[in-house]
């Protein structure tokens, strides 16, 4: 066997045995990698052996996720691909996963690339929608607000620059060009030009001036931070206009995936005032960091409220969050009995799934301290973006726990019941 042999077929049942073996991530690995073969090393002993590295190559965003998970990943991979290429070499080889080096234009701006295929998926959406992406205005105003349009070029001659021509082809005659056209346009570099731009160019497509309707750009926003986290990015809310509000593109930090794990939450106990709630405290953390912190405290409350009602425990209106947490954590026996004081750990154990519920009691007093609801004295001094995203991350524990919590008591339930009285 040569290295410049085809080792699809050889990765291909690699692939296949992990399947079978219930190691999905290895064989989504190997699936997507890109593979490289190469003469890494000679060994003169018995006759020589020449020596192989099988390099697997991905992005560097996904290398970095995966950290000392690697190993077992390369480890795995390399044990099923042994049996296979014994078959037809008797040279050894090892497995490397690398992160694969690729042109980066704008490699640069902070929070790297958004890549074509994501820039791609959002215009498909808007183009599912319906949605102009110019909004209200005709296209030569959009575009005006972003670009020199005077300085750029004519793809027809009969103008000087892309204004004319723009202005030709979309209102004098509107016909000529598809309403998307400048998702393609080469002169815009909307689909592989600069990040920077692409995103500019999305938060002028939910700025109030050019989509009044509140509601629309906030849907539009969701579906836009769907795609972007993936890249490291989101649209958030910087400031309002005429009460509507007008976003940035903000690199993906804590804050944001603590948020994306708390939608998570929501989506899984079908909570709708949760996700309301979720999307206030993703706009004010930074913004307004009490506001965020009185958020926090909401959505905890609104997520032991949401539990309790599923498994049918009864509750008043004068219920507070300690109450709440309690009657949770009794329900739901978050400190679990029989862990004996032998059990390596037990006393740590309570201390971690006691202070957890104490969590939300930590919450309400720091939202009666310093969160919003409060009138305060002209000396009052509000506290700073990382103490709401203390705050958040600590609500985000707590409603991740609690919530996984409940399903497994909901599976041991099913599995407990009678066989008449399982779901069919």
């Known amino acids: 066997m040569q290295p410049n042999d085809d080792f699809s077929s050889y990765l291909a049942t690699a692939t296949e045995m992990l399947d079978a073996e219930g190691m999905q991530e290895a064989s989504a690995l190997l699936r997507a990698a890109d593979c490289r073969v190469e003469e890494t090393g000679y060994d003169n002993w018995d006759g020589g052996t020449t020596i192989w590295t099988i390099h697997l190559l991905i992005g560097a965003a996904e290398y970095a996720r995966l950290g000392a998970q690697r190993e077992v990943l390369q480890e795995q991979i390399l044990s099923r691909l042994k049996p296979v290429l014994e078959q037809f070499s008797s040279d050894w080889y090892s497995v490397k996963i690398a992160p694969k080096v690729e042109p980066r234009p704008d490699w640069r701006i902070a929070g790297g690339n958004v890549t074509r295929a994501t820039r791609q998926k959002i215009f498909d959406g808007?183009?599912?929608?319906?949605?102009?992406?110019?909004?209200?205005?005709?296209?030569?105003?959009?575009?005006?607000?972003?670009?020199?349009?005077?300085?750029?070029?004519?793809?027809?001659?009969?103008?000087?620059?892309?204004?004319?021509?723009?202005?030709?082809?979309?209102?004098?005659?509107p016909e000529d060009w598809d309403d998307d056209w400048v998702y393609t346009d080469k002169r815009f570099g909307l689909l592989s030009g600069p990040t920077d731009a692409f995103l500019k160019f999305l938060c002028?497509?939910?700025?109030?001036?050019?989509?009044?309707?509140?509601?629309?750009?906030?849907?539009?926003?969701?579906?836009?931070?769907?795609?972007?986290?993936?890249?490291?990015?989101?649209?958030?809310?910087?400031?309002?206009?005429?009460?509507?509000?007008?976003?940035?593109?903000?690199?993906?930090n804590t804050t944001d995936r603590s948020v994306s794990r708390a939608r998570t939450v929501a989506d899984a106990l079908d909570a709708g005032w949760m996700q309301k709630e979720i999307e206030r405290l993703e706009n004010a953390v930074e913004r307004d960091p009490a506001l965020a912190i009185g958020t926090a405290k909401d959505l905890?409350?609104?997520?032991?409220?949401?539990?309790?009602?599923?498994?049918?425990?009864?509750?008043?209106?004068?219920?507070?969050?300690?109450?709440?947490?309690?009657?949770?954590?009794?329900?739901?026996?978050?400190?679990?009995?029989?862990i004996t004081d032998a059990a390596k750990g037990a006393e740590t154990i309570r201390l971690i799934l006691r202070n957890l519920t104490a969590l939300t009691q930590y919450l309400a007093e720091l939202r009666g301290l310093y969160g919003s609801g409060h009138g305060r004295d002209g000396?009052?001094?509000?506290?700073?973006?990382?103490?709401?995203?203390?705050?958040?991350?600590?609500?985000?524990?707590?409603?991740?726990?609690?919530?996984?919590?409940?399903?497994?008591r909901m599976e041991e339930e099913t599995a407990a019941a009678p066989a008449e009285e399982k779901p069919k």
């Open 126 to 173: 808007l183009k599912i929608e319906g949605t102009a992406w110019s909004g209200t205005l005709g296209d030569v105003e959009f575009l005006g607000r972003l670009y020199d349009l005077t300085a750029l070029s004519s793809g027809d001659s009969r103008f000087k620059n892309a204004a004319g021509d723009i202005w030709q082809h979309r209102v004098n005659n």
């Open 204 to 252: 002028e497509v939910v700025n109030p001036v050019v989509r009044p309707d509140r509601n629309e750009a906030l849907k539009l926003v969701s579906h836009f931070n769907d795609q972007l986290r993936r890249e490291g990015w989101v649209l958030v809310e910087e400031e309002k206009i005429a009460g509507r509000p007008k976003f940035i593109a903000r690199k993906v």
């Open 300 to 338: 905890v409350e609104t997520c032991c409220k949401s539990i309790l009602a599923k498994r049918g425990v009864p509750l008043t209106k004068k219920m507070d969050l300690p109450e709440l947490t309690k009657l949770l954590a009794k329900e739901l026996k978050l400190v679990p009995e029989g």
């Open 379 to 408: 000396k009052h001094r509000g506290l700073e973006p990382r103490h709401a995203r203390l705050a958040v991350g600590a609500a985000v524990a707590f409603i991740d726990f609690v919530s996984s919590t409940h399903n497994r």
